[in-house]
């Protein structure tokens, strides 16, 4: 099978827990890309989290999916050519939940991220995203426009029980955790497989030349829909048995192993 599509998501699969591409996995994509297979980051990072580590890997005739797969973004015209967002109504319905369930809950406003409230896990994304962190006196009167996803943050055990609960109580949205501690939320139908299927019938690629790598449960989708779906050995360990094969860690150039043995041999 010749593919020509390799779709990897970054934090924790792509990039290692310094939030450094390897050389080994740069060398790798870089003769995957020179053998004309288009390489697609897929985050559930901004688009402005994304930029540098596109350019790093010079993609720039290629597409980016971020916010989960609500944008997706044309590199070459620097161009977004999808969008979906939650609404303002169900951005102010999250508050609510998040309120009731007490859990933290960020989403974006103008490039920064948006809160009423303090916590480690926002630091974690203020981090990993080197966004700026707007903490307000009101979330609603901040925000009163639409928005690509929100994320309710809190300790990962908790956490996973109000995933269970949002999914019951909002089925109308799409709830995926990216990390034990986000659990991101973007409108309905989207996630990162409707997003690579937008993009693999543009190109006019089919779905069994694709090939995507993840780690989390923001990527199952995306693992499902491809032609060949790779977890990397740090994979969640509920997701272990949902993918075609499993591969080195983040840490160990998973990404690497991916082209090394399904592109280049």
Same mark, same amino acid.
């Given at each position: 099978?010749?593919? #020509? ?20 996995? #740069? ?30 890997? &010079? ?19 620097? &161009? =977004? ?27 974006? =406003? ?15 994304? #203020? ?12 979330? #609603? ?26 999914? !019951? ?24 497989? /409707? ?16 090939? !995507?790598?993840?780690? /989390? ?22 997701? $272990? ?13 998973? =990404?690497?192993?991916?082209?090394? $043995?399904?592109?280049?041999?």
């Amino acid at each position: 099978m010749k593919y #020509k599509m390799l779709v990897l998501d970054m934090d924790d699969t792509l990039l290692n827990d310094d939030h450094i591409i390897s050389n080994e996995n #740069k060398v790798m994509l870089s003769k995957a890309r020179e053998l004309g297979v288009h390489i697609v980051l897929a985050s559930g990072r901004p688009t402005p989290a994304m930029t540098a580590y596109a350019k790093e890997l &010079q993609l720039d005739n290629s597409y980016m999916i971020s916010y989960n797969g609500a944008v997706i973004t044309d590199l070459k015209e620097d &161009q =977004v050519i999808f969008e979906q967002t939650l609404t303002q109504k169900q951005i102010h319905e999250l508050y609510d939940y998040s309120l009731k369930s007490k859990t933290h809950i960020i989403t974006y =406003v103008n490039g920064k991220i948006v809160s009423e409230t303090d916590s480690e896990y926002i630091e974690i994304e #203020k981090n990993i995203t080197g966004l700026v962190h707007n903490k307000v006196v009101s979330f #609603k009167d901040e925000v009163q426009s639409s928005a690509v996803k929100c994320i309710l943050l809190e300790e990962p055990s908790y956490l996973k029980e109000v995933e269970k609960d949002l999914k !019951a109580a909002m089925p109308h949205l799409s709830v995926s955790m990216s990390k034990p501690f986000f659990l991101e939320v973007a409108q309905n139908g989207i996630d990162k497989g /409707a997003s690579i299927k937008f993009l693999a019938e543009k190109l006019d690629i089919l779905q069994s030349e694709i090939i !995507a790598v993840g780690n /989390a449960g923001n990527d199952l989708t995306m693992i499902e829909y491809a032609g060949l779906g790779v977890w990397v050995d740090n994979v969640d360990p509920e997701l $272990r048995d949902k993918g075609d094969f499993i591969v080195a860690s983040n840490n160990d150039h998973g =990404v690497a192993e991916v082209v090394r $043995r399904f592109i280049l041999n």
